[in-house]
């Protein structure tokens, strides 16, 4: 058993992450500058968040040995990814490590139709969704719900992955083979005018801190650009925030989530889905806000209070993919654009390597 934790967490103190990507390093940097040592549970024996954690612990993460050692570090663990297995954070609490987020986010955000069926329960409105087990089931959901329709698995889809679009209910049971054969849910169309998303954080007592929206642009399936603070009536930043404050309350939830969001023409806003975790489109705040997702979410976990998310600068953030971050030295030459590299050793297309901050101070 790991020993109660004290909240709030003393400066000296050690953190757990699950997950060695660029998520966890900048986790693991942020902790470090409030005086924390963090301690990685990851897979591969070479990643970014390995080579800022004091520790690191090569291992799956349903390892009951590396588990062990672990809970042996630390009292508290948090995760920079979603598909943590469920069984890994039920195993760490039952040996009193404290998870946070905790597992009713995992599991609302692991499975799309728990998570639609989640936020239309809390006022957080989606489009029209239907779930299929079978082929047969598939057809069916596409009629129901109309083509063109957006099949997704229900689980571990990222970055477009794991979801085909539907033109007739007669290619329903190709797409769902296409799929896999696993369970999917199928999607309305959404005919949005754009993609936002909104980074908030709620603290162990609560309290909780909402940043200004960012305009997100995709390519083929992954975020390009961010930008922000999004322009958005006031009606439209009220009814995020809105849905903001119903779902980190409806999850009981401690830490940063990254809630994406499909503006549609008449201003309403439809979620797409939640991250519980920091999240690419909140690395605006790095250099745009007062206090930034990681140093947020670390505060949550920690039990220190919330800090301002006050933007103080317009900021376009780019997503340096595959071989963009090797025009490095162009970036660090520019006045106006902060860099941030994952110390990734091997590129290739698509891989996200880095990102850079071009600010505009307000
Ligand atoms: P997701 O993996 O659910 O985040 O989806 C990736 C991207 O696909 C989103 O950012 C949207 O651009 C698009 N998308 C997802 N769901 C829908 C939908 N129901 N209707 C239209 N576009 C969608």
Redesign the pocket.
């Known amino acids: 058993m790991s020993a109660p934790l004290l909240l709030p967490l003393a400066p000296g103190s050690t953190i757990g992450i699950l997950g060695g990507g660029q998520l966890g390093r900048m986790l693991a940097l942020a902790a470090a500058r409030l005086g924390f040592d963090v301690v990685v549970l990851e897979r591969k024996a070479d990643s970014p968040a390995g080579r800022t954690a004091v520790q690191l612990i090569v291992a799956e993460y349903d390892d009951e040995a590396a588990l062990a050692e672990l809970a042996g570090l630390t009292g508290l663990v948090t995760y920079e990814f979603e598909n943590v297995p469920a069984a890994s954070v039920a195993w760490l609490a039952a040996r009193g490590v404290e998870v946070a987020p905790g597992s009713r986010a995992l599991a609302v955000a692991q499975d799309?139709f728990e998570e639609k069926t989640f936020l239309n329960a809390h006022g957080a409105p989606t489009?029209a969704f239907a779930v299929a087990n079978t082929p047969e089931e598939a057809m069916d959901a596409v009629a129901r719900i109309g083509a063109p329709?957006?099949m997704?698995t229900r689980r571990e889809?990222?970055?477009?992955?794991?979801?085909r679009w539907v033109e007739h209910a007669h290619a329903a049971a190709g797409a769902f083979e296409a799929l896999g054969g696993v369970p999917v849910i199928v999607?309305?169309?959404?005919?949005?005018v754009r993609?936002l998303s909104l980074i908030a954080a709620r603290g162990r007592d609560g309290s909780t801190a909402i940043y200004p929206l960012g305009e997100?642009h995709?390519e083929q399936?992954i975020l390009r650009r961010t930008l922000a603070p999004a322009q958005a009536a006031p009606a439209v930043a009220g009814q995020a925030e809105r849905i903001a404050t119903r779902v980190l309350a409806g999850l009981d939830y401690v830490g940063v989530i990254g809630i994406?969001l499909?503006e549609m023409a008449d201003g309403r806003l439809l979620v797409?889905?939640i991250a519980p975790r920091v999240h690419n489109s909140g690395h605006w705040t790095q250099d745009g806000c007062e206090v930034d997702q990681f140093e947020q979410h670390i505060r949550a976990v920690a039990g220190w209070p919330l800090g301002p998310t006050r933007a103080i600068a317009q900021v376009e953030m780019l997503n340096l993919l595959g071989d963009e971050a090797d025009a490095w030295a162009k970036y660090a030459a520019e006045p106006e654009t902060r860099l941030h590299l994952y110390g990734k050793r091997g590129s290739r297309p698509g891989r996200k390597m880095g990102h850079i901050n071009r600010v505009k101070p307000l």
């Open positions: 799309r489009v329709a957006l997704k889809g990222y970055d477009g992955k794991g979801q999607e309305a169309a959404a005919s949005f993609e997100n995709h399936g994406e499909f797409n889905e």
